[in-house]
């Protein structure tokens, strides 16, 4: 195999990356946006529906 | 040509496998409802909830002067298994019905008869007194069993389950959802087979973009999981309930474990897949 075949071989171990990149800024942007606010609905949704 | 069709075949790939993954985790966390009979609860679920009852009964004999040993040997492991059954015909109920199940019942009959026996609360002989105080003591015994083995406001899910049935029939979405990683899984094979087809029906070639689609899926269930570790939801529930930490835990580690498996069964499919092309010497 020649030494670029082997460089473009190796290349591949990236691709599943490149495949995630997209979803991981969508769910990053998604956190951005509403996580604070999802995260404090379901503190008190825990604290209404929960008996201690 | 090709390609251009077959990496957008890739993203939906990963798309429909991390949706395979997040419902069967769903399925998985929600399955032992879904049978007839309830779910097992298990042994040190049972004893850690006894643990908590008997410092409750404690404080209660602490509160009332009565003797909280004769009370806490007869509160055993029995009368939690027997109400935790109880609980798991109610969770049933909500997940097939889509209703509240019956009232948690336990009979006080005999912890009375056992109060009306402890010299400590009977010794001023004032019987009006102590009956009322018998009434409140057992009454209060039920109710922190009844906390422990189910520590939600029964009444408001009741109220809540009654007006979400108003609007979706909420037996038939979870039957839904519990279909839903199959079909999944059955996409995910169409959009492999589909990729294949596209590389000439040639699945050795199809395979660095299946590789990738499950190396893809795996990172971003390993995103999502980390995610939710360091949301905090369990010092949430920690802080609401010490019984409802309890019973989380084991739901939470069955999820966890899920997406563990997952996560290896993917890398790995990944990993072969790459190295299996990069043997074969040639690029796509």
């Given at each position: 195999?020649?030494?670029?075949?082997?460089?473009?071989g190796?290349?591949?171990?990236?691709?599943p990356?490149?495949?995630?990149?997209?979803?991981?800024?969508?769910?990053t942007?998604?956190?951005?946006?509403?996580?604070?606010?999802?995260?404090?609905?379901i503190?008190?949704?825990?604290?209404?529906?929960?008996?201690? | 040509?090709?390609?251009i069709?077959?990496?957008?075949?890739?993203?939906?790939?990963?798309?429909?496998?991390?949706?395979?993954c997040?419902?069967l985790?769903?399925?998985?966390?929600?399955?032992?409802?879904?049978?007839?009979?309830?779910?097992?609860?298990?042994?040190?679920?049972?004893?850690?909830?006894?643990?908590?009852?008997?410092?409750?009964?404690?404080?209660?004999?602490?509160?009332?002067?009565?003797?909280?040993?004769?009370?806490?040997?007869?509160?055993?492991?029995?009368?939690?298994?027997?109400?935790?059954?109880?609980?798991?015909?109610?969770?049933?109920?909500?997940?097939?019905n889509?209703?509240?199940?019956?009232?948690?019942?336990?009979?006080?009959?005999?912890?009375?008869?056992?109060?009306?026996?402890?010299?400590?609360?009977?010794?001023?002989?004032?019987?009006?007194?102590?009956?009322?105080?018998?009434?409140?003591?057992?009454?209060e015994?039920?109710?922190?069993?009844?906390?422990?083995?189910?520590?939600?406001?029964?009444?408001?899910?009741?109220?809540?389950?009654?007006?979400v049935?108003?609007?979706?029939?909420l037996?038939?979405?979870?039957?839904?959802?519990?279909?839903?990683?199959?079909?999944?899984l059955?996409?995910?094979?169409?959009?492999?087979?589909?990729?294949?087809?596209?590389?000439s029906?040639?699945?050795?070639?199809?395979?660095?973009?299946?590789?990738?689609a499950?190396?893809?899926?795996?990172?971003?269930l390993?995103?999502l999981?980390?995610?939710?570790?360091?949301?905090?939801?369990?010092?949430?529930?920690?802080?609401?309930?010490?019984?409802?930490?309890?019973?989380?835990?084991?739901?939470?580690?069955?999820?966890?474990?899920?997406?563990?498996?997952?996560?290896?069964?993917?890398t790995?499919?990944?990993?072969?897949?790459?190295?299996?092309?990069?043997?074969?010497?040639?690029?796509?």
């Amino acid at each position: 195999m020649s030494t670029e075949a082997k460089s473009r071989g190796k290349g591949r171990w990236v691709f599943p990356l490149l495949i995630a990149l997209p979803f991981l800024a969508v769910i990053t942007l998604i956190l951005i946006r509403y996580g604070t606010s999802l995260l404090n609905m379901i503190n008190v949704l825990i604290k209404t529906v929960v008996t201690s | 040509m090709k390609k251009i069709i077959a990496i957008p075949l890739c993203f939906l790939l990963a798309a429909v496998l991390v949706l395979f993954c997040v419902s069967l985790i769903g399925t998985v966390v929600i399955s032992p409802a879904m049978k007839k009979d309830g779910a097992e609860v298990s042994e040190s679920v049972n004893r850690e909830e006894l643990e908590l009852v008997r410092e409750r009964i404690d404080t209660l004999a602490g509160l009332y002067g009565f003797n909280a040993e004769p009370v806490k040997e007869f509160i055993n492991e029995e009368t939690l298994r027997s109400l935790n059954w109880q609980v798991s015909r109610w969770w049933s109920s909500v997940m097939q019905n889509g209703k509240a199940g019956d009232d948690l019942s336990w009979d006080t009959s005999d912890l009375r008869e056992l109060l009306y026996e402890d010299t400590l609360l009977t010794a001023d002989g004032n019987w009006s007194a102590i009956e009322n105080k018998i009434i409140t003591i057992t009454q209060e015994v039920r109710e922190s069993l009844f906390r422990v083995v189910l520590p939600m406001r029964q009444s408001l899910i009741r109220l809540g389950l009654k007006k979400v049935g108003e609007r979706i029939d909420l037996s038939n979405v979870i039957n839904f959802f519990m279909g839903v990683p199959w079909a999944a899984l059955a996409l995910c094979a169409l959009l492999a087979g589909l990729i294949a087809l596209l590389e000439s029906r040639n699945i050795v070639k199809a395979l660095p973009y299946i590789g990738s689609a499950l190396g893809g899926a795996a990172l971003v269930l390993a995103a999502l999981t980390v995610l939710y570790l360091s949301a905090g939801i369990m010092p949430m529930i920690r802080e609401a309930s010490q019984s409802l930490t309890i019973q989380y835990r084991t739901v939470e580690t069955r999820a966890l474990i899920t997406a563990a498996v997952l996560a290896v069964l993917m890398t790995t499919g990944c990993c072969l897949c790459l190295r299996r092309r990069r043997k074969d010497g040639r690029n796509v």
